[in-house]
């Protein structure tokens, strides 16, 4: 298939390389397909690029490759959603930010992307009561525990 | 909004699955119990809506900010560069040849070394 991106231009890309999201990027409900895109010049900063929408493009990257301690448990009813069965099958993604009017840097440990890598089906996994940060900051790190997130009310069956 | 009054102990009931127990208060707050089906996501109001921001805040990333991270992104690609010899699976993105923005590019599937 072949779609517009302001980042990119147009690009053409196989219809089995899309991920289709089965629960929302928050703030991105309507949007279910995207792709993920590498920039050389910036990797390993991926690009998670909406295939319906030119404009909408979201810095990603392999937590572990900047946080080494980053270590998380994907919740069973989303390992559940997403079919993963097996650890290696998931590919975990964090959104980045990197602010236009400042130098900040700054990237969500809370509410990571999980795909699968084998039916390139993906969720935003919200760690509701985990301590990860929202906005794990790299210019600050001691500022980094923004725990907007740290007591969320869990639910059971 | 649908107001109900509930006494401590008492339920309300949403959509035959969903059930929410006032159990009790302190002057200022209420504590709540939520019993829910696993798949259906129950959030703070402010941890979604702070997470929801923080997206909208990434869609927003400027290029300016991509000369920052530099230093950032040498220390995760020596990260990865010392992981590929483990048998760990990289996402598989799609890469995308930069030649001009203007002009199409095509792009090819791969599976990243690392």
């Given amino acids: ?157 | 909004m649908l107001v109900l009054k509930r006494r401590r102990g008492e339920s309300i009931i949403i959509n035959d699955n969903i059930e929410i127990t006032f159990l009790e208060t302190d002057h200022r707050q209420a504590r709540l119990g939520i019993t829910a089906p696993r798949e259906v996501p129950v959030h703070r109001k402010e941890v979604y809506l702070a997470i929801q921001r923080e997206n909208l805040a990434a869609a927003n990333s400027s290029d300016v900010g991509l000369d920052l991270p530099r230093d950032l992104l040498g220390q995760a690609r020596s990260r990865r560069d010392a992981r590929a010899g483990e048998q760990s699976r990289s996402c598989s993105s799609t890469h995308v040849r930069v030649h001009d923005r203007s002009t199409l590019r095509s792009a090819e599937t791969v599976i990243k070394d690392a």
């Fill in chain 1, 1 to 157: 298939m072949i779609f517009d991106s302001v980042r990119f231009g147009e690009i053409e890309v196989d219809d089995d390389s899309c991920i289709e999201f089965i629960g929302p990027i928050l703030g991105f409900e309507h949007h279910q397909k995207f792709v993920l895109l590498d920039e050389p010049e910036v990797r390993p900063l991926q690009w998670l690029q909406s295939a319906d929408d030119p404009t909408l493009c979201l810095p990603v990257i392999e937590p572990y490759l900047l946080v080494p301690e980053y270590d998380i448990e994907v919740p069973d009813h989303e390992v559940e959603a997403l079919e993963l069965a097996r650890a290696e099958d998931a590919c975990i993604l964090c959104i980045v930010v990197l602010a236009k009017d400042s130098d900040e840097v700054r990237m969500n440990l809370c509410a990571p992307i999980v795909i699968n890598l084998c039916s390139r089906t993906a969720k935003q996994v919200v760690l509701s009561g985990s301590e990860q940060p929202i906005q794990f900051r790299f210019r600050d790190e001691t500022a980094a525990m923004d725990m907007v997130g740290k007591e969320a009310v869990g639910a059971s069956a």
